[in-house]
């Protein structure tokens, strides 16, 4: 046995707490906290045994020599940088701005891209139109590219708030939808739409009463996980999925209950997810409350970072695990709320896109914050343009549309990196 091992163990796992335990939700891999760069290796922690590593007891460490020409890191460890971040980003935003001039100009009514910049720039400009020309202002104007910034708007939202929920609850498989946010809205909207309740509100009530319940629905999923230890993952999952349930039941009961067939669909087009209803006046409330989550995890990246190698390993870092945790909850569901309100649940946006992030750029929570809304933004954009020209000029569910891309990548992306999904442990 080579000293400075746990007995009785094929070899060391820098997963492993030293109670024993399996160690923090790591999406490709262990990680130590000297491989984050937040320790020195001579303020390692000693092994199970209590013996010093060999190279602290006056023996200088092995010399490992890689193969020639095999020269690469391990396909398992999260903090590679497969691809430059800035560039990368870079080319994602352009991507993005060329996505959005392509969601104003597909639809089912026929209008040119030429002809789209040129009713683009008349509107930012204050040019002047021709008659014949107003109906096709007022079709990019007001429906096309409201409703393709917004959908840019719920993908970067989504996707910043997968990453969140992943760190907040240590598990790859977490999503936005995990904590019963998403259910919770569904049963305000539902009111609305199948029973006219807050008919007074007009327009504005679908998302006034979906944000109100998703912001009932945390503060109920807050105080029921809550403990005298703080807000712990296990619990914090268990409580959510279990609400979650019981508000898919309550939705389930009112659309049973609903007398009006026309009201129905309506309201299983918003729980399938749909950006039909985006006006100018959603806009600016989901891109402020987006724009300042992802302020809030932006700066919170490092700590972030900490919090994923485990409790222990974060408070002597200086972070306070239970007050991280309470400010990714608040965060995340006040994103999370506004963007169903707004579009109802759209599914697999933030469980995907941030394992796609990490697959580039590494397990880094600043790298991936910043990769991860941008091909949110991409990905759903591209998803409405399907959803409203594919069968025009009927309209499919955007929701249908991301399970049916999300299912098949997803498989792809466990059964090559089947090791970061636990295979084998």
């Known amino acids: 046995m080579l000293p400075g091992r746990p007995r009785g163990k094929s070899g060391g796992n820098p997963a492993l707490t030293r109670n024993g335990e399996r160690g923090p939700y790591q999406p490709y891999g262990p990680v130590s906290p000297i491989a984050l760069g937040?320790?020195?290796?001579?303020?390692?922690?000693?092994?199970?045994?209590?013996?010093?590593?060999?190279?602290?007891?006056?023996?200088?460490?092995?010399?490992?020599?890689?193969?020639?020409?095999?020269?690469r890191p391990a396909v398992n460890d999260p903090l590679v940088r497969r691809t430059p971040t800035l560039p990368l980003a870079v080319g994602l935003a352009a991507a993005l701005l060329l996505s959005l001039v392509c969601g104003v100009a597909f639809g089912s009514s026929g209008i040119g891209l030429p002809r789209v910049l040129r009713l683009l720039g008349a509107g930012l400009t204050g040019g002047r139109l021709e008659a014949e020309e107003a109906a096709a202002y007022a079709i990019v104007w007001e429906i096309r590219l409201p409703r393709t910034v917004l959908a840019a708007v719920v993908g970067a939202g989504l996707a910043a708030c997968g990453v969140a929920v992943q760190a907040l609850v240590r598990n790859a498989l977490a999503d936005p939808f995990v904590l019963g946010i998403s259910?919770?809205?569904?049963?305000?909207?539902?009111a609305v739409l199948l029973f006219g309740a807050f008919a007074s509100l007009g327009v504005w009530a679908v998302s006034v009463s979906a944000f109100g319940s998703a912001l009932a629905a945390m503060a109920l999923v807050y105080l029921a996980a809550r403990t005298a230890f703080g807000l712990t993952p296990l619990r914090l999952v268990l409580t959510g999925t279990a609400l979650s349930y019981g508000f898919s039941a309550a939705t389930t009961l009112m659309v049973f209950a609903a007398d009006r067939g026309e009201a129905a669909r309506d309201a299983m087009m918003w729980l399938l997810g749909s950006l039909g209803g985006a006006t100018w006046g959603s806009v600016p409330i989901a891109a402020l409350t987006v724009l300042a989550g992802l302020a809030h995890l932006a700066c919170a990246a490092g700590r972030l970072d900490a919090l994923a190698m485990g409790d222990e390993t974060s408070a002597s870092l200086g972070v306070d695990p239970d007050r991280l945790r309470r400010e990714l909850f608040v965060v995340t569901a006040a994103v999370t709320g506004t963007v169903v309100a707004v579009s109802g649940a759209i599914g697999?946006?933030?469980?995907?896109?941030?394992?796609?992030?990490?697959?580039l750029v590494g397990a880094g929570h600043?790298?991936?914050?910043l990769v991860a809304p941008l091909a949110g933004a991409l990905l759903l954009v591209w998803v409405d343009i399907a959803s409203r020209t594919l069968l025009a000029p009927a309209e499919l569910p955007v929701g249908v549309f991301t399970a049916v891309l999300g299912v098949p990548v997803f498989l792809l992306m466990m059964r090559r990196r089947g090791q970061a999904f636990g295979a084998g442990r």
Do not use: C, I, Q
């Open 183 to 190: 259910s919770g809205a569904a049963v305000g909207a539902n």
């Open 348 to 359: 697999f946006v933030g469980l995907l896109v941030p394992h796609l992030a990490r697959m």
């Open 38 to 71: 937040r320790l020195n290796p001579d303020d390692s922690p000693r092994t199970a045994r209590g013996t010093a590593p060999r190279h602290a007891r006056g023996r200088r460490p092995p010399r490992r020599t890689p193969a020639r020409g095999k020269a």
């Open 366 to 369: 600043r790298r991936v914050l």
